[in-house]
């Protein structure tokens, strides 16, 4: 099993993020309603989102725009 985070689309490829290896992967094997920035989980065939990671990520991308962007 292995986990990468979808970069950007191009064209009909998806650049997916792998620790810190880019790889592009064909649109039309994702799931339908995959999105920029989420988390998959690559299992044999298998692909799924997996909405807990995604959500965690968004969350910690979040914070870190806040303290980044935060007034003194």
């Not at 992967?25 to 065939?45: A, E, R």
């Amino acid at each position: 099993m292995e986990k990468g985070v979808i970069d950007r689309f191009e064209g009909d490829l998806a650049v997916i993020e792998f620790d810190s290896e880019m790889r592009d992967i064909p649109k039309n094997i994702l799931p339908k309603d995959s999105n920029v920035g989420d988390l998959l989980v690559f299992d044999g065939d298998s692909i799924t989102i997996d909405k807990a990671g995604t959500d965690k990520l968004r969350t910690e991308i979040e914070d870190l725009m806040k303290e980044l962007f935060e007034e003194e």
